[in-house]
């Protein structure tokens, strides 16, 4: 009962934090200044576990190479072409930006370890992924969205760059071990909660009807089934292990929903943060289902 309470559990603050912030939206129009700092605390506790002494980098160069170029060129590039056909608008503009942003850390590296998977490789791949984003994100949004509107990209750049430093600042300062690993789940999942509260009680989400709901689950299903047609045409071409190959399929489908939620606070229109976090919600579900299914597979594969 417990392992099963604690796979839910990061769903379910999800979906408490979302419907807290429809039922009662007040405080949300004054919190909105706690949205940066939240990010910047969130990149910090993406880091603070990592310990990059025991990470071969030579290794992992191949695949990390490979895994930004599905990442950030092949699977936004034609994921936007499937969103165009079912979407427009702030829907639409919701999956650029979740096709545009890194990877989520954390919890990528944990459904790696969960699936029997390279879990130094997802972590390189991660951090990788967050250090190019100033880089590739504000280009991918001018690109993804180009039809719908111009991309605030010196802002975007900008808000990158600051919270990657502080981050990186606050990596640095405090030692490792300072901070107890039950501590750091606690406040991270604080810090999630906080600001998918903020976010929705910003924006009324009262209007959003099951034919939305329906549309953002079976096209966030497609892109899964895009992502997984992509892991399996890397492996014909580059023939990478298994270990590989189920460490790609988490750093390639889960986002980073704090970045995420960071950047569509420049965009005005409808539906956009609404699209992230039941995206992320969906990606998250599937990742805990998965990572059943691969365990299973890789147990049986070894005998």
Known sequence: MFFIIRRVKNIAIVVFAVLAGTIYPELGSNLQFLITPLVMFLVFTSLYDIDSNTINYRSYIRPSVIFIIASYFILPVVGIQVVDLFVSGGTK??????????TTTGSAIVWTRMSDGEVQFSTFASMLSLFLAPIFTPLLLSYLT???????????????????????????????????????NISTLAAIMSLIYITISSNDISYVSQKWFTQVILLSFLLLLLGIILIIFLNYVCNLNTDDLISLFYIISLKNLGISILISDNYLEPLVVPTIVLC????????????????????????
């Open 93 to 102: 503009v919701g999956y650029a930006i979740l096709l545009a942003v890194p």
């Open 280 to 303: 992320y919600v969906f990606q998250q579900v599937t990742a805990a289902a998965s990572s059943d299914i691969l365990s299973l597979y890789n147990r049986n594969f070894d005998y």
């Open 146 to 184: 180009f039809s719908s509107q111009s991309v605030p990209t010196a802002s975007i750049i900008t808000d990158l760059i600051i919270i990657l430093s502080v981050g990186m600042v606050l990596y640095y300062v405090i030692p490792n071990g300072t901070i107890s690993p039950k501590s750091i």
